[in-house]
């Protein structure tokens, strides 16, 4: 098995059709990535992860490129699900143009983007997350300027389960997961028993949990993962920030709010000579004083990118609610979802600053 191989050469349609598209929103957004965006060693590295296409037998499989660049389509324009986006890239000429598949020529199946998310995992995700922030550290966004840590609820995909079955559900699943796995039989889809209880504003929640880090300047997404929504935000500090560098430098400072004030994270921050940005808050024996009020005051004005981040994906993107069942999955699809964010951002960006040159 191979790659399909597409003529780019346009037909006297697409070139006929070329401007009337090139003048709507979309294609010129969608152009705008593709002139900002080096597609080759993200190409690279995810052809290189990518298990279908490396025999030369059998029916050719699509471009992983393509289909990447079809989950962030997914992403961009709020598309809910596979069969849609698939329906989406088959009425869209833009949709066609951006992921290189001729107009004459049907979307990749549903089935196909949903097995791409599973054939290529969240550690390629990650290094493709990698390079595009390094590419977009080369256009002058700062990605080691300082961070700011947070974390959002995700509230599961399916019906709740009560607290007292979660268990019992959750042996069963291992048990037939083991028996299955002996007859080489994959497991069909199930409940979210990967999600568990939570409290927020006193009200009990049924999800997952995503913490991220942003950096304070250009608002990009430096790193995000999943856990259940049961995990304390100060759990997972230290692995949201080590997964946050990817510069050369340490960043001078991390800003988090009350809920990671502990002892422990400002020992990690100070034995790597990392600036202490976390808000503080009242102890049982002593309250704030009038210079931590006012420290507190000064972070918020710092870290509010990370809610833009949240308010923004959970609009847009319906990053509020979870897609899938698994930790697994969820984590794959927020990374996609940050990937989205920081094009984007850097894309309405960099047209700001050049309105505001031709001024």
Same mark, same amino acid.
């Given at each position: 098995?191979?790659?399909?191989?597409?003529?780019?050469?346009?037909?006297?349609?697409?070139?006929?059709?070329?401007?009337?598209?090139?003048?709507?929103? /979309?294609?010129?957004?969608?152009?705008?990535?593709?002139?900002?965006?080096?597609?080759?060693?993200?190409? &690279?590295? !995810? +052809?290189?992860?990518?298990?279908?296409?490396?025999?030369?037998?059998?029916?050719?499989?699509?471009?992983?490129?393509?289909?990447?660049?079809?989950?962030?389509?997914?992403?961009?324009?709020?598309? $809910?699900?596979?069969?849609?986006?698939?329906?989406?890239?088959?009425?869209?000429?833009?949709?066609?143009?951006?992921?290189?598949?001729?107009?004459?020529?049907?979307?990749?199946?549903?089935?196909?983007?949903?097995?791409?998310?599973?054939?290529?995992?969240?550690? /390629?995700?990650?290094?493709?997350?990698?390079?595009?922030?390094?590419?977009?550290?080369?256009?002058?966004? @700062?990605?080691? &300027?300082?961070?700011?840590?947070?974390?959002?609820?995700? $509230?599961?995909?399916?019906?709740? %389960?009560?607290?007292? $079955?979660?268990?019992?559900? =959750?042996?069963?699943?291992?048990?037939?997961?083991?028996?299955?796995?002996?007859?080489?039989?994959?497991?069909?889809?199930?409940?979210?028993?990967?999600?568990?209880?939570?409290?927020?504003?006193? $009200?009990?929640?049924?999800?997952? *949990?995503?913490?991220?880090?942003?950096? !304070?300047? @250009?608002?990009?997404?430096? @790193? +995000?993962?999943?856990?259940?929504?049961?995990?304390?935000?100060?759990?997972?500090?230290?692995?949201?920030?080590?997964?946050?560098?990817?510069?050369?430098?340490?960043?001078?400072?991390?800003?988090?709010?009350?809920?990671?004030?502990?002892?422990?994270?400002?020992?990690?921050?100070?034995?790597?000579?990392?600036?202490?940005?976390?808000?503080?808050?009242?102890?049982?024996?002593?309250?704030? /004083?009038?210079?931590?009020? =006012?420290?507190?005051?000064?972070? @918020?004005?710092?870290?509010?990118?990370?809610?833009?981040?949240?308010?923004?994906? #959970? *609009?847009?993107?319906?990053?509020?609610?979870?897609?899938?069942?698994?930790?697994?999955?969820?984590?794959?699809?927020?990374?996609?979802?940050?990937?989205?964010?920081?094009?984007?951002?850097?894309?309405?960006?960099?047209?700001?600053? #050049?309105?505001?040159?031709? %001024?």
């Amino acid at each position: 098995m191979a790659f399909k191989e597409y003529n780019h050469r346009p037909s006297f349609l697409e070139i006929e059709l070329s401007s009337i598209i090139g003048k709507s929103r /979309t294609q010129k957004f969608l152009s705008n990535v593709d002139s900002y965006i080096d597609w080759e060693p993200l190409e &690279s590295i !995810v +052809t290189s992860n990518y298990p279908v296409g490396q025999s030369d037998y059998g029916n050719k499989a699509y471009p992983p490129l393509m289909l990447l660049k079809a989950t962030l389509l997914q992403k961009w324009f709020g598309i $809910k699900s596979d069969p849609e986006l698939e329906n989406q890239i088959n009425d869209r000429i833009s949709f066609k143009t951006f992921i290189g598949l001729p107009l004459a020529d049907p979307s990749p199946d549903h089935s196909v983007i949903c097995r791409f998310r599973e054939r290529v995992g969240k550690d /390629t995700l990650e290094d493709i997350h990698h390079e595009l922030l390094y590419q977009f550290d080369s256009l002058g966004f @700062s990605i080691e &300027s300082g961070m700011a840590v947070d974390a959002r609820i995700i $509230k599961s995909a399916s019906r709740p %389960v009560p607290g007292r $079955k979660l268990k019992v559900l =959750r042996e069963k699943r291992k048990a037939r997961a083991q028996q299955r796995k002996a007859t080489r039989r994959s497991m069909r889809f199930q409940r979210d028993l990967d999600s568990d209880w939570t409290v927020k504003n006193n $009200k009990p929640v049924f999800g997952m *949990k995503e913490h991220a880090a942003i950096d !304070v300047k @250009s608002g990009l997404v430096l @790193s +995000t993962c999943v856990s259940k929504a049961s995990e304390h935000d100060t759990n997972y500090f230290q692995y949201t920030v080590a997964k946050a560098i990817h510069g050369k430098e340490l960043p001078p400072k991390v800003y988090a709010d009350k809920g990671y004030c502990g002892e422990p994270n400002r020992n990690f921050l100070n034995m790597n000579n990392i600036g202490d940005g976390i808000m503080r808050k009242n102890q049982i024996n002593a309250a704030l /004083t009038e210079h931590e009020i =006012r420290r507190n005051k000064m972070i @918020s004005k710092v870290r509010y990118k990370i809610e833009q981040y949240f308010g923004i994906t #959970e *609009k847009y993107h319906g990053a509020g609610k979870a897609r899938f069942t698994t930790i697994l999955k969820e984590s794959w699809d927020h990374l996609s979802g940050a990937m989205a964010f920081n094009i984007k951002r850097v894309i309405l960006t960099k047209r700001k600053q #050049e309105i505001m040159a031709a %001024v």
